[in-house]
C-alpha cells in the first residue's frame, strides 16, 4: 500500500496533459473541492478492505489478482462529465467499433473456451498418470489422451479464426478508434491539472494498492470522502473492461460485475 501524489490520465491512454486551466476550468475544480470535500469531525485514518472478483472462462465470480486499486478525494465521474458537457464537439459515433468488437468476441470466445477445455483435460491426464498405481487403468490414460488429441486440433483450428479476426479487426478499427482517441485528448485537456488543484486544496493525495492472489487490498485512508478507482480486463473479451468508481460507504468495498460497469475499451 502506498499514499501517493498521483497524475491520473481519465483513460489511462498514452498522453499527459499539462495545459493551464482556464478561469471557468478553475471555477469548476474549486466548485467539485468544495462539493467533494464533506471531512467527518474525527481526524483518525480509517483502514478500509477491497476485494476484487470478476466472471471467469466459466462466468463464475473468482478473486481477481494484480488489479490495482486507487482511492481518490475526489469523483472522476464528475468530472469527466463536467468536461465531456463542455465539449466542443459531440463523442464520434460508436457503432462501427461495436459492431467490430461484437464480431471479433466470437472467435476469441471460441479460442479461449477450447482452450481452457485442453488445459483441463491436461490436468486430467497428469492426475491420472501420478495415480496410475491407486485405481487408474492404461484404457483410462489412452481415451484420456485421445480426447486431447482431438481438442488440441479444435484449438489450432480457433487459433487460426482468431488470427484471421483479429487481422480485419485491427484493418477496420483504427479510423474510428483514432478519431475516438483524438476526442479524448481534446476533451480532457485540463483533467490533470483539475485533480491536482482538489487533491492540493484538501491536502489528500491518491492512495494505492494493488490485489493479491485472494483479490483483496487493503488501505489506510484519512478522514473525509473517498471513491474507490479501478479497472479490470473482462476475460471474455479482449476489447471490453470492468471499470468502478464507487463512493467508500463502509470499510468493507466488494468491486464485482454486480457494482462495476462493462464496457468497451475505445
Same mark, same amino acid.
Given at each position: 500500500m502506498a499514499r501517493v501524489p498521483l497524475k491520473l490520465s481519465p483513460y489511462a491512454s498514452a498522453f499527459t496533459?499539462?495545459?493551464?486551466?482556464?478561469?471557468?476550468?478553475?471555477?469548476?475544480?474549486?466548485?467539485?473541492?468544495?462539493?467533494?470535500?464533506?471531512?467527518? /469531525?474525527?481526524?483518525?485514518?480509517?483502514?478500509?478492505?477491497? &476485494?476484487? !472478483? =470478476?466472471?471467469?472462462?466459466?462466468?463464475?465470480?473468482?478473486?481477481?489478482? /494484480?488489479?490495482?486499486?486507487?482511492?481518490?478525494?475526489?469523483? &472522476?465521474? !464528475? =468530472?469527466?462529465?463536467?468536461?465531456e458537457a463542455r465539449a466542443r464537439t459531440p463523442r464520434p459515433q460508436t457503432a462501427t467499433l461495436d459492431t467490430l468488437f461484437a464480431q471479433f468476441r466470437g472467435p476469441f470466445t471460441r479460442y479461449t473456451n477450447v482452450s481452457y477445455r485442453a488445459s483441463q483435460l491436461r490436468d486430467s491426464l497428469d492426475r491420472l498418470r501420478h495415480g496410475l498405481h491407486s485405481g487408474s487403468s492404461p484404457a483410462q490414460l489412452k481415451q484420456l489422451a485421445d480426447s486431447i488429441r482431438l481438442l488440441e486440433r479444435q484449438v489450432n483450428h480457433a487459433r487460426s479464426e482468431l488470427d484471421r479476426a483479429r487481422a480485419e479487426f485491427v484493418s477496420r478499427s483504427e479510423g474510428p478508434r483514432s478519431a475516438v482517441r483524438r476526442w479524448e485528448d481534446s476533451t480532457y485537456r485540463g483533467y490533470d491539472s483539475i485533480v491536482e488543484n482538489l487533491a492540493r486544496a484538501q491536502g489528500r493525495?491518491?492512495?494505492?494498492?494493488?490485489?493479491?492472489?485472494?483479490?483483496?487490498?487493503?488501505?489506510?485512508?484519512?478522514?473525509?470522502?473517498?471513491?474507490?478507482?479501478?479497472?479490470?480486463?473482462?476475460?471474455?473479451?479482449?476489447?471490453?473492461?470492468?471499470?468502478?468508481?464507487?463512493?467508500?460507504?463502509?470499510?468493507?468495498v466488494l468491486l464485482s460485475s454486480r457494482t462495476g460497469k462493462r464496457r468497451p475499451r475505445y
Open positions: 496533459v499539462s495545459t493551464p486551466m482556464s478561469l471557468l476550468t478553475l471555477r469548476s475544480a474549486v466548485a467539485l473541492c468544495l462539493a467533494a470535500a464533506g471531512l467527518c /469531525g474525527c481526524h483518525t485514518d480509517r483502514d478500509v478492505a477491497v &476485494r476484487v !472478483s =470478476i466472471p471467469d472462462a466459466e462466468s463464475q465470480e473468482t478473486p481477481a489478482a /494484480g488489479v490495482g486499486i486507487i482511492a481518490l478525494p475526489y469523483d &472522476r465521474d !464528475s =468530472i469527466l462529465a463536467s468536461l493525495d491518491a492512495v494505492t494498492d494493488t490485489t493479491g492472489s485472494t483479490g483483496w487490498a487493503h488501505l489506510t485512508l484519512p478522514a473525509g470522502r473517498w471513491w474507490i478507482y479501478a479497472r479490470a480486463w473482462d476475460t471474455s473479451d479482449p476489447n471490453a473492461e470492468w471499470y468502478w468508481n464507487l463512493l467508500i460507504q463502509e470499510d468493507t
